[in-house]
């Protein structure tokens, strides 16, 4: 990249449990991976998510601190505890619509962003915003690559119209670990056949954003063709 390149612009997109502070807190790393390449702007997500009361099955994606509070949540599987699990299959999901509406007021707002990163939760989001860029049903949606990071499919019933039709031609990095115990891998590669092209960056580790020198060269190939 020359000196006076521009470095492209990231929407970035939390997992549950988190905000907008927590999540950049934890890309911390990748941040310094990637200096001078990307821009990374975080936003919350607009749902409050209640404190665990002893919870056994929640997705353990809290951050371990300086997050604990104001913790945060794209959409809940479960209306009736406002909680939520990848695992769940439910028929109908709550918050969606008014998370959509969110990242299109940041787009507005923060924008223009050239492309869009998610982890986890976010990361299964940011698959549905590209569905919806697609379909042309978000005129304000105009990224032009995606970065998702522990994506998974929604099992929520309401949410499989984002899957149907032809494969997304949105550029794609697939980012997911070996040892992922909230989001097994197996869950991030049923995401894959939804995007023509996806590309893979596998780690050996468990479920967090990974920024060692050894993922560099991959981040940098992906990103390095939208300069």
């Known amino acids: 990249m020359s000196k006076s390149a521009v470095p492209l612009r990231i929407l970035c997109i939390h997992g549950y449990r988190q905000n907008a502070n927590s ?84 787009v507005k707002d923060l924008g223009p962003f050239d492309g869009i990163l998610g982890f986890s939760q976010g990361a299964a989001l940011v698959a549905m915003l590209c569905a919806l860029q697609e379909q042309n049903l978000q005129p304000d949606f105009n990224f032009r690559f995606a970065i998702v990071v522990a994506g998974f499919r929604s099992a929520c019933s309401q949410h499989q119209r984002f899957y149907k039709g032809p494969a997304l031609t949105i550029p794609s990095l697939h980012v997911f670990g070996q040892d992922d115990r909230v989001i097994p891998e197996e869950m991030s590669r049923n995401l894959l056949p939804a995007f023509d092209g996806a590309q893979i960056l596998l780690h050996p580790g468990g479920h967090f954003v990974p920024a060692k020198s050894s993922h560099r060269q991959t981040y940098q190939d992906f990103l390095m063709k939208f300069q």
Do not use: M
């Not at 997705?59 to 945060?72: C, F, H």
């Not at 959409?75 to 406002?82: G, K, L, N, P």
């Not at 769940?88 to 007021?105: F, H, W």
């Open 23 to 106: 999540f950049r807190e934890k890309t911390g790393a990748l941040r310094k991976l990637l200096k001078k390449l990307v821009e990374l702007v975080y936003i919350s997500a607009p749902h409050e998510v209640p404190a665990i009361q002893n919870e056994t099955n929640q997705e353990p994606e809290k951050t371990a601190s300086g997050g604990e509070e104001d913790q945060r949540g794209w959409w809940f599987s479960d209306v009736q505890a406002r909680g939520f699990n990848a695992k769940q299959e439910c028929e109908s999901s709550l918050g969606l619509e008014e998370s959509i509406e969110a990242v299109k007021t940041a």
